[in-house]
Nanobody, 124 residues
Framework: QVQLVESGGGLVQAGGSLRLSCAAS????????MGWYHQAPGKQRELVAR???????TYADSVKGRFTISRDNAKNTVYLQMNSLKPEDTAVYYC??????????????????WGQGTQVTVSS
C-alpha cells in the first residue's frame, strides 16, 4: 500500500506565494518521477511540473519562471513553490508519483499513484 498526502493549499491574493507538499508513505522501495497536476472546474487535469529521480524538471509554459518543483528523497516528499500567483492558477492541485514498491514477497512498479488533491484559490 502506498499513499500520497498533499498539504499547503489555501487562499492567497494575486501576486502571493504558496508552497505545496506531497509526502509518500507505505511499502516504497524507490520513487522514480513525481509531479504536480492541476484541475480547474470544467477543465481537464493538466501537468504543472514534474521531477525525475535524477532531478530533471519539466514545467508547463504557463508556470515557467514562477513555480519551482523540488524533492527530498530522504522524506519521500515533493514540493511545489508557487510564486507570483495569478487568478488563473486557481484549481485543485494533485500530486502523482511513479513508485517501485515492495510487497514483502515481490517488487512491483506503478506509474500513477495519486494524492487526494489540495485546493488553491487565488483572488484578484
Amino acid at each position: 500500500q502506498v499513499q500520497l498526502v498533499e498539504s499547503g493549499g489555501g487562499l492567497v491574493q494575486a501576486g502571493g506565494s504558496l508552497r505545496l507538499s506531497c509526502a509518500a508513505s507505505g511499502s516504497i522501495f524507490s520513487i522514480n518521477a513525481m509531479g504536480w497536476y492541476h484541475q480547474a472546474p470544467g477543465k481537464q487535469r493538466e501537468l504543472v511540473a514534474r521531477i525525475t529521480g535524477s532531478r530533471t524538471t519539466t514545467y508547463a509554459d504557463s508556470v515557467k519562471g514562477r513555480f519551482t518543483i523540488s524533492r527530498d528523497n530522504a522524506k519521500n516528499t515533493v514540493y511545489l513553490q508557487m510564486n507570483s500567483l495569478k487568478p488563473e492558477d486557481t484549481a485543485v492541485y494533485y500530486c502523482d508519483a511513479d513508485i517501485t514498491y515492495y510487497s514483502g514477497t515481490h517488487y512491483g512498479r506503478k506509474s500513477d499513484y495519486w494524492g487526494q488533491g489540495t485546493q488553491v484559490t487565488v483572488s484578484s
